[in-house]
């Protein structure tokens, strides 16, 4: 079975088309990445599958159910996005914004029972934020911020996470931490993630799964060891690379 399963799929908006007619199956239980150069569709995939932008075109299916046959609430129980830039969570407390990830599960009005309050408690553990849990989500740092919300996702019980350039704002250091955590949480418990990202070496270090776009067209995937290579990058990015190996022995991928 695929997560995704995706066909002929195009996306336009007046005088323009997004997608071109993109086919690919994502991987369940994996952390794919989306890369490619700004514009080339990422985010837009990314939208389609959470169902925030409706395709003009094709079909796309997830868990083998096409996208209109689930309901929304449904759709909510098995899948958390996170968009870019998150609304704002003025006044409120880490713990009342992972809380918020039970909304799928009894609504605004429903009670909040014992097992609500035991999916928040897990999830801040998970995710390392019990220690935050009375701290106002506004004083926190970028990266305990976005683990904050990463929280929320796991409060969700969720089990397939879509993330639009979670580590765009922050600085090397939290980027490792959050891509970390996100790979923990697709290793460990089983879930799947697809993750838009800018920093080609961050997707060949954490993800084990690679879809690139250009310009609205597939332009390869496959795992990182295939995009890795500076024929492929150059192909992706339009620019002569190079790629390097660490005294690790994993490769990191330069302008030539």
């Known amino acids: 079975m695929s997560l995704f399963s995706i066909r002929d799929l195009t996306v336009d908006v007046p ?3 997004l997608l071109h007619g993109l ?14 150069h700004n514009g080339s569709g990422k985010s837009t995939l990314l939208k389609v599958l959470a169902r925030q932008i409706a395709p003009s075109g094709g079909t796309v299916a997830f868990e083998d159910r096409p996208l209109p046959g689930w309901h929304a609430r449904d759709y909510a129980r ?21 809380a918020l990830g039970r909304y799928p599960w009894h609504g605004a009005l429903g009670r909040f029972g014992p097992g609500d309050h035991d999916a928040v408690a897990r999830a801040m553990d998970e995710c390392g934020m019990t220690p935050f849990a009375g701290q106002l989500v506004d004083t926190l740092s970028g990266g305990e911020r976005q683990r904050a919300w990463l929280a929320m996702m796991v409060a969700q019980q969720a089990g397939t996470l879509l993330l639009d350039e979670p580590i ?12 970390a955590l996100v790979r923990r949480m697709c290793h460990k418990a089983g879930r ?8 080609v070496n961050m997707a060949a270090r954490f993800c084990d799964h690679v879809v690139a776009l250009k310009g609205g067209h597939m332009a390869l995937q496959g795992d990182p060891a295939g995009l890795m290579r500076p024929d492929a990058l150059e192909h992706i990015y339009g620019l002569p690379m190079q790629v390097l190996t660490r005294p690790d ?8």
């Open 78 to 98: 098995r899948l958390a996005f996170l968009p870019q830039h998150p609304p704002p969570a003025e006044g409120m407390t880490v713990r009342e914004l992972v």
């Open 249 to 256: 022995g994993s490769p990191v991928a330069v302008p030539a």
């Open 192 to 199: 799947s993630a697809v993750i838009v990202l800018h920093e």
């Open 15 to 17: 005088d323009r088309r």
């Open 23 to 36: 086919t690919l199956d994502l991987p369940p239980g994996r952390m794919t990445a989306l890369i490619g």
């Open 168 to 179: 765009s704002a922050l600085d090397i250091a939290h980027q490792v931490e959050v891509l």
